[in-house]
């Protein structure tokens, strides 16, 4: 077997170690120092308004490391450290972060503000210690990005849905209207109405299924119908949530919240309507029997009435005659 020239196997070394491949102690020159830092842009708020976002710092390269907090002191109003659990003598492994919390609160209308942090890491055996920049950027405007107003066109300051019979509907409507500066969209889905004891309330938008996009200083009425099934009067809110981007990964939201009211009652029993049978005629009245065979009266002029009534009357004519016949023997024997 042939021997590889020492010539061969040193350059082969020296190369390996050139680009960085040892072994032993120089594998650890091998590894790399490096951080992420996520976006601290807290984009539009509205004027007055405090809002804090999580910014990441991670590992990531190869090496442990430690992060310095120190750079954290520069922040300053119209920004604020919350918190962090930076801690100086910490090990970061690879692919673990640490979290700064930090606060914006927006200016006058109009203010843009920036603050650069800087703060660096370096290997947990001190070396070439690396830094990063945390931008903190933030607009103030009259309103926020993603807004809207919600009233009821007919009231304004709430949905009355009055009072509506069981198995009936009440409509009502309500308008939305972008006073953002993001297009905002509304999906059917996140109509929520409930009483005030969180119960649901049998109030549905026309419609649905739907998602409409509304843009700023754009206006959208939605109709809505409350059909009870049972009986009461009651007080809750109507909740709807408006969204920019994607529904399920919204960018940013609104939520906005309109009170309403109703109540439902039974409808009364109609009265059944008299009828004209053809039947009996039941005793003591004019109307008919259950068996349909004529009925007797107690009145005059009913059958036994009539009959006693005629009887009668014969009786009367054969007295009468029977005294007229008396009179006229009387008056014979006279003359």
């Known amino acids: 077997m042939r021997r590889t020239p020492r010539w061969i196997a040193g350059a082969v070394v020296a190369l390996m170690t050139a680009a960085g491949v040892g072994l032993g102690a120089n594998a650890a020159h091998a590894a790399s120092v490096s951080m992420s ?173 739907f998602v409409i996009e509304v843009l700023p200083g754009g206006s959208q009425t939605f109709a809505l119908s409350y059909a009870p099934s049972n009986a009461g009067s009651w007080s809750g809110a109507l909740t709807l949530k408006g969204f920019v981007g994607s529904r399920e990964v919204p960018v940013a939201t609104a939520t906005r919240t309109i009170p309403i009211v109703g109540a439902a009652v039974v409808p009364p029993t109609p009265s059944p309507t008299p009828t004209t049978g053809t039947g009996d005629r039941g005793a003591g009245s004019n109307g008919t029997t259950a068996g349909g065979t004529p009925g007797r009266q107690l009145a005059s002029t009913g059958a036994d009435g009539v009959g006693g009534l005629v009887v009668g009357t014969v009786a009367v004519m054969f007295l009468l005659a029977g005294v007229v016949a008396v009179a006229k023997r009387r008056q014979q024997k006279r003359t």
């Open 37 to 209: 830092i996520s976006s601290g842009d807290f984009g539009q708020i509205k004027s007055g308004k405090t809002v804090t976002m999580p910014i990441t710092v991670a590992n990531d390269g190869t090496a442990p490391i430690k992060i310095d907090p120190a750079g954290l002191a520069a922040i300053a109003a119209p920004f604020a450290l919350v918190s962090t659990n930076i801690v100086a003598t910490d090990t970061v492994m690879p692919g673990e972060f640490r979290l700064i919390q930090v606060s914006y609160t927006a200016g006058p209308v109009g203010s843009m503000d920036t603050k650069t942090i800087t703060i660096s890491a370096d290997e947990v055996t001190p070396g070439t210690p690396v830094t990063g920049t945390i931008t903190l950027k933030g607009e103030s405007l009259a309103t926020d990005a993603a807004s809207f107003e919600f009233t009821d066109p007919a009231a304004g300051a709430v949905v009355d849905f009055g009072t509506v019979d069981v198995g009936s509907t009440s409509a009502g409507s309500v308008t939305i209207e972008n006073d953002g500066v993001l297009p905002l969209s509304f999906s059917s889905l996140d109509f929520l109405a409930v009483d005030g004891d969180g119960n649901p309330l049998p109030i549905t938008v026309d419609g649905a299924p």
